[in-house]
């Protein structure tokens, strides 16, 4: 198999609408693979570094699976038992990783340490969340969204909650995807545009009111109210969202036939009642499995592109 040229994946708009739609027939034929215990290994031989400097279980479980069952291996690092921990130049720590492994997963603080890391890097690097976006989950998420329901294509989702790197990732997302994002976050919690990286506003649309974002939506999601990085924020945030939390009520104002989706951890009564996430129109467990069968494309698609 020949090896492509070098592309990372540090943000959601880093693919076209043309790659999205491979990677996800791609995820669908490497799942049922996996649930028939086909042995898939396009990555024998191959390595990965896993470097984490926020704590993590699907991530960290989703890619050092997913890249066993693909054939390779993978190193893992945190900044406590590496010298990323001892203030080594992010230049100088991408320059020597990327000799020694085929691919690099970073999930870091801001996102400029993940672009720095790529710029020097031989290989793809791969975002495992920065605190201002988390492609990995959204690509996982809009797989979930077409088992269930098909195209995502002129849906509308509403993001209740916290104008995160979750809601950025989202934003980018409706841009390329072409479906309408509604977004209620509280005041001081907005999105921005600028950050998001997105070129217009056609997009999406912003609402005060949790509610009036979840009229007639196809999809629900929401997030932590507190962010790793942000906890010196958390009894502030904890009075600013108490009017973010998906309810039965914002769930009834949705479609009938409306999904509720959450990246996990989830907190409930905080975010999302008990209700809602352990009800029946959650599909949270698939969204999390699904972080297994998608990055096990883009593993792939980014070592060898279009198989
Ligand atoms: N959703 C997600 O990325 O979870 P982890 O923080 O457990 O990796
Ligand atoms: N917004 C959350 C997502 C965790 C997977 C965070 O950054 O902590």
């Known amino acids: 198999t020949a090896l492509v040229p070098l592309r990372h994946y540090l943000q959601f708009s880093d693919f076209s609408a043309d790659d999205y739609a491979y990677l996800f027939a791609r995820a669908a034929l490497i799942k049922k693979k996996f649930k028939a215990y086909e042995k898939h290994q396009p990555l024998a031989d191959r390595t990965m570094a896993m470097i984490f400097e926020k704590a993590s279980t699907r991530t960290r479980v989703s890619f050092e699976a997913g890249m066993y069952q693909l054939g390779g291996s993978v190193v893992h690092l945190t900044t406590g038992d590496s010298q990323l921990g001892r203030a080594e130049p992010i230049e100088d720590s991408a320059k020597v990783i990327s000799r020694m492994v085929d ?151 949705a479609k009938p036939d409306a999904l509720f989706m959450h990246c996990l951890p989830a907190h409930r009564g905080e975010e999302v009642q008990a209700e809602v996430i352990d009800g029946p129109q959650s599909v949270v467990w698939d969204e999390a499995e699904n972080r297994l069968h998608a990055q096990k494309a883009l593993m792939e698609f980014l070592l060898f592109g279009r198989l």
């Open 103 to 253: 691919l690099v997963m970073i999930r870091t603080y801001e996102q400029t340490k993940i672009e720095r890391f790529a710029e020097h890097s031989r290989v793809p690097v791969i975002n495992g969340l920065t605190n201002e976006f988390h492609p990995c989950q959204i690509l996982a998420d809009i797989f979930t969204y077409i088992e269930h329901r098909g195209s995502i294509k002129g849906k509308t989702v509403a993001w209740v909650g916290d104008g995160n790197n979750m809601a950025n990732t989202w934003l980018q997302a409706s841009e390329i995807l072409d479906f309408k994002l509604h977004v209620s976050t509280p005041g001081g919690y907005e999105v921005d545009q600028a950050v998001a990286g997105i070129r217009s506003s056609e997009s999406y649309k912003v609402f005060k009111d949790p509610m009036l974002a979840c009229a007639g939506a196809d999809l629900v999601t929401t997030d932590v109210w507190t962010s790793m990085g942000y906890e010196a924020e958390n009894e502030a945030r904890k009075k600013a969202f108490a009017d973010w939390c998906v309810d039965s009520d914002m769930m009834k104002a």
